[in-house]
């Protein structure tokens, strides 16, 4: 048995005359009435009875109807999936994120990935870029929103923005509408760890070695948002991605820096040989959302 039998069957079964139904099929009778036959055979009971008069079901036709109507909505369903499957248009993707990506890109990609692709189902993991670095090699994340460096090879980079540095600051005390950074050399920095960030943590180093002065940091945090509440709390100053002005604090102020200072990137890491569908879909999505750019190793 097989589903072109099954299809032959309902079809006769509708119509009750084999003409009609194999005009309906875009086939000749002599065919149909053969598969028709051979169905019987296989099955070993008669499923339609055959007169002069016309067509009827058999009691064992009319009891197979209804169970061959559900195996071929069955099939169209896996056929359909499958094919949803190929586009990229259902399926479970695993994204990680940096927190601080909430103020900046990642909201307008995964709105607009959902709205695009409703059937693709993301489940997504805030962590750090080290973090994610290490469960993308393990599989157990499919895509992950981070900071560079990317350096291992098995690894395809898509740079998505580009932002400034701006200060974070006490509130409690009087500062330029714009800051000379070398103005903070006296001042305690809020840090995060490097294997955290290494891009951005090298790039806010290194500015302030070029502005004449080596940081002093007096509080290392993970998360941008708790750096900023360590700023209001007084604990120090800190050099934040643009994005980070819309975390509103009671006694923070930002400013923006006089020095030329390369911009912070955030991209999206994933894997080169994974050839997933939804995942060539997801990056797809991601190159348009942020053009133009986007830069990527191989992929």
Do not use: K
């Not at 009971?45 to 009691?59: D, H, I, N, Y």
């Not at 103020?103 to 990609?109: A, E, Q, T, W």
């Not at 709105?111 to 997504?124: K, M, T």
């Amino acid at each position: 048995m097989d589903l072109r039998q099954l299809r032959y069957f309902v079809a006769v079964a509708d119509t009750l005359h084999f003409g009609r139904a194999a005009r309906r099929l875009a086939i000749s009778q002599p065919p149909l009435s053969r598969q028709i036959a051979a169905l019987e055979r296989e099955l070993g009971v008669a499923l339609f009875e055959r007169s002069t008069r016309g067509v009827r079901l058999t009691p064992s036709g009319s009891a197979l109807l209804p169970r061959a109507r559900r195996l071929l909505a069955d099939a169209d369903t896996i056929a359909t999936g499958a094919r949803e499957l190929a586009r990229g248009e259902v399926g479970l993707l695993r994204i990680g994120f940096l927190a601080a990506a909430t103020f900046s890109m990642l909201p307008r990609l995964i709105s607009s990935f959902r709205r695009a692709r409703p059937g693709v189902r993301l489940v997504l993991t805030e962590a750090t870029s080290d973090r994610q670095l290490v469960a993308l090699a393990e599989a157990s994340l499919d895509a992950g929103v981070l900071l560079p460096p990317v350096a291992d090879p098995a690894l395809a980079w898509l740079s998505l923005v580009r932002e400034p540095l701006v200060a974070a600051l006490p509130a409690g005390r009087r500062w330029p509408p714009r800051l000379a950074l070398a103005r903070l050399a006296g001042e305690p920095f809020i840090l995060f760890p490097r294997p955290a960030g290494a891009s951005l943590y090298d790039l806010i180093v290194n500015a302030c070695e070029r502005a004449g002065f080596l940081p002093r940091v007096e509080q290392e945090a993970v998360q941008m948002s708790t750096i900023v509440s360590l700023v209001a709390a007084g604990m120090g100053v800190a050099l934040v991605p643009d994005s980070l002005r819309q975390v509103r604090r009671a006694g923070v102020v930002y400013r923006p820096l006089s020095d030329r200072l390369a911009p912070v990137e955030t991209g999206l890491a994933w894997r080169v040989d994974d050839a997933t569908p939804g995942l060539a879909a997801f990056v797809a999505h991601a190159r348009e959302a942020f053009p133009p750019r986007t830069h990527a190793r191989p992929s």
